[in-house]
């Protein structure tokens, strides 16, 4: 399984931006995906499935996300919005439970001024 995250950028505090893991249209259509953050030295921690997002959207410190996915091309996205400093990390894509694909090269994030 190859996952292949993209988008990443530097974004002003407030900005949007969407990101981007392209994989195989069966494996979106077969497995539940999600986004996971990491920064060095954490572990991967789970950001946003299509169920549920886990960096609570009442908190103010990292901004509002929201998980798509199209099956037709198999890409995953996560929609950022009203970014803050506390959401920059790397983000992959990845299966929703463990065992974890082999993780890609991730993309990313930068919320600054």
């Known amino acids: 399984v190859k996952l292949v995250e993209s988008g990443g950028r530097f974004v002003p505090p407030g900005g949007s931006l969407r990101i981007s893991c392209t994989t195989s249209p069966n494996l979106v259509r077969t497995t539940p995906m999600a986004w996971f953050r990491h920064i060095a030295g954490e572990d991967y921690a789970l950001v946003a499935t299509?169920?549920?997002?886990?960096?609570n959207t009442q908190d103010s410190k990292k901004g509002r996300f929201t998980f798509m996915q199209s099956a037709e091309t198999g890409t995953v996205y996560l929609q950022m919005d009203d970014l803050k400093p506390a959401a920059t990390g790397r983000y992959y894509c990845?299966?929703?439970?463990?065992?974890?694909?082999?993780w890609g090269q991730g993309t990313q994030v930068n919320v600054s001024s």
């Open positions: 299509k169920d549920a997002v886990f960096i």
């Open positions: 990845n299966s929703q439970s463990s065992p974890h694909f082999d």
